[in-house]
């Protein structure tokens, strides 16, 4: 496969999988059938909209390719068919969540650095990407943000995203540095979420004490 | 009247409605007097500046128009002294909300047909830019956003728009086509709150379950 | 020092204290190191690329300018270190922030200013750049918007804009228009939060009315 078909196809799995995440919260909030689609469909597209509108980027990169939103739409009712099936929503919900959130903070960062962006921000840009959507998600729908209640979270996008940058930097190509981080973000994500690691932390404060 | 009177008439009431329904909600939250005239003003303009963003139509329409300004002051100023008068704010809320989004589901659908986007995306933009001023209004004000308590909402808004592209397929002219796809999605809410009629749904998930 | 001198100084303040406020609301929540640095970010530059992307001055103004990421870092460190020896964090990040809005509010209001905004425009600017970081952490971190709970918030920043805009509409020059509104800003946060004085408001709605 080409860098192209390695982007396109990683960028695919990114949308599919937070449209599910994106769905699957809808579900549990007792949305109706267009409101799931929606919300599947900011999901998805939410991280990259907010990079490109960043980056200068104009316009969005799914105005000009509407096939993202039949992508968002086969997640929806991929996640609406499924889920009377799957045992937990809230734990298949998590591994769609590490599964976008891997290949989107790569997508992140190759987006910025294409923009000649320095690559402290491209780092940045990566987490931004792989973060964002999930956040949308969640604040559309009141729910406490993901991002906040997961370990080790947008802490795997950053080092993902860093790995890409760094392995760019050696020179690697693009499609095998962009596979490796990709791997490397789920890794740190699985082994987070397995063995529920908590991040390293200072003192922690207590709340009534403020 | 010409199309832009239509299209500017039509503008004038949303943003009228949606500062209402905003002043409405900060009043709710004891918001002080600025606070109240801003967040009417992002209710009013957030659909639309959302949606000229995603298109990439810079600087947003309401820099160059401040007349925006002043209609959103006059909606707040409006809610401001008709509160002592209203029965229930709430109702009252709801109903404005509902003429927002009717007029903001064509406009959305209209500006990113100009922009030449494909259809999809045309009616998605609608019913993005008639639901983000109030998911706006919800987020800052922390309420429960009233795209989520309110049955077919964002449909309602997808179907309005999904009219005013379809009649604009068929050839019918652009004003006609803007005031019957305002008035479905009117119809649409109206029958809706008014008869509290459930949107289909899929199996509900029971939430202790997940 | 000349105009571009005390621009970049206030700038590197707002980001500075607005990072810390950001960093003291991620450590409330127990979020871990990367966490709290990406929030302190967020918080820092988030007023500001709100205003970018409203007058669509692209790329945003950090993307060419990673030393925000280092001055953003600083204060996260700074907060996180400082957290033991503070008696309330509350408090702190009250006075952190009023800082940054004084600081902002003039920074909005000239960027628009510079864009040839109107004079409306400009103050509602300077208000939006001011408050929004804020807000971005506060719902990003899923508390109640500080925007809400502390009176004469918004309005402070929509006064120090004004103050800014009148005095350069009179002919002062930008740095002395600038310290001028920002010191008026401050003052006013000041004062409302030392006396705790409640902002006018119109006839209080009761909650359980509606």
Do not use: H
């Amino acid at each position: 496969m080409d860098t192209a078909q390695v982007f396109g196809a990683l960028n695919i799995i990114g949308l599919f999988v937070f449209a599910v995440s994106g769905a699957l919260t809808a579900l549990r909030n007792d949305m109706d059938i267009f409101g799931v689609a929606m919300i599947a469909f900011v999901t998805g597209v939410g991280g990259g909209t907010i990079r490109d509108v960043l980056l200068g980027s104009f316009p969005v990169w799914w105005i000009a390719a509407p096939s993202a939103v039949f992508i968002c739409l086969a997640g929806a009712v991929a996640a609406t068919l499924a889920q009377p099936l799957i045992a937990s929503r809230l734990k298949t919900l998590i591994w769609a969540d590490a599964m976008g959130l891997s290949v989107f903070a790569v997508l992140g960062a190759q987006a910025a650095l294409a923009a000649e962006a320095p690559a402290v921000i491209a780092i940045f840009m990566g987490a931004v990407t792989a973060t964002f959507g999930g956040v949308v998600r969640d604040v559309l729908l009141n729910e406490p943000p993901l991002i906040l209640k997961q370990d080790i979270y947008a802490t795997a996008a950053l080092i993902g995203a860093g790995v890409y940058v760094g392995l760019m930097a050696l020179g690697l190509g693009i499609s095998p540095s962009a596979v490796v981080a990709a791997l490397v973000t789920f890794a740190i994500r699985a082994v987070a979420i397995i063995f529920n690691i908590p991040s390293p932390k200072f003192a922690r404060p207590r709340k009534t004490e403020l």
